[in-house]
């Protein structure tokens, strides 16, 4: 079984700062996809971006950059120029190439975010 | 808008009362789940559904059940709720449609507060 881990419980940084959030899978499947989702105060859980594995190039959104490191197993995520509504839970996922339709994903336990004014 | 409904929002129950949440969905999407949220574990799959009358268990089913007589509606049940079924709960459906499932691969409802006392 697949497993995620998210070591930082919680993290701050200035707003207009960057910072990373660190993600750590373990699985024996060579194509899977990565997420990153993030939770605000309302509990509503979106997504911020994904990777596929057998992509090399990082993903990016805007603000968001993903560092992927296969071989080591890590997923990063990277806030640039961090905003007040930045603050939110942020969870790393992982979900199986195979089985498209069936998105079972396994979510990491999760870094509180908070920006500091 | 994935058009998920989930009720009640809150719910405070005592020990060994059984206890329904309602997840429903305006869009005919064919896989359902129920996840629950618990602090420093993120969130975790209790069963999830590819169909009306197909259901499987996740990874925490026990002392869960659920039911599918409609495509729109995918109903958890606790039989006899107990104080570590206290949770967030989380209904998601996913999208079958290639394009838009890249692009969000889970919907998540807006999540019921249980509190099991």
């Known amino acids: 079984a697949q497993t995620v881990t998210q070591s930082q419980p919680e993290m701050s940084v200035q707003e207009a700062e960057t910072v990373t959030l660190s993600c750590t899978y373990d699985t024996s499947e060579s194509d899977y996809y990565l997420f990153w989702y993030k939770q605000p105060p309302s509990r509503q859980m979106i997504l911020v971006i994904r990777q596929e594995a057998y992509k090399q190039q990082n993903a990016t959104e805007n603000r968001f950059s993903v560092n992927f490191q296969k071989a080591a197993k890590s997923f990063s995520l990277k806030i640039s120029d961090s905003q007040l509504g930045d603050a939110a839970m942020y969870f790393c996922a992982y979900r199986s190439f195979s089985n498209f339709g069936n998105e079972k994903l396994t979510f990491g336990t999760g870094t509180r975010l908070t920006i500091i004014p | 808008d994935a058009g998920i409904t989930q009720s009640p929002r809150h719910k405070v129950t005592e020990t060994g009362t059984p206890v329904t949440l309602r997840c429903h969905q305006t869009?005919?999407?064919?896989?359902m789940y129920w996840y629950r949220q618990d602090p420093g574990h993120g969130l975790r799959l209790i069963h999830y559904s590819y169909g009306v009358k197909d259901t499987d268990k996740g990874e925490v089913s026990d002392g869960y059940s659920v039911s599918r007589s409609k495509t729109e509606d995918f109903l958890l049940t606790l039989e006899s709720a107990t104080s570590s079924q206290t949770s967030v709960y989380f209904c998601?459906?996913?999208?079958?449609?290639?394009?838009?499932?890249?692009?969000?691969?889970?919907?998540f409802g807006n999540g019921t507060r249980l509190t099991v006392t």
């Open positions: 869009e005919n999407h064919r896989y």
């Open positions: 998601a459906i996913s999208e079958e449609d290639r394009v838009r499932s890249y692009n969000s691969p889970l919907h």
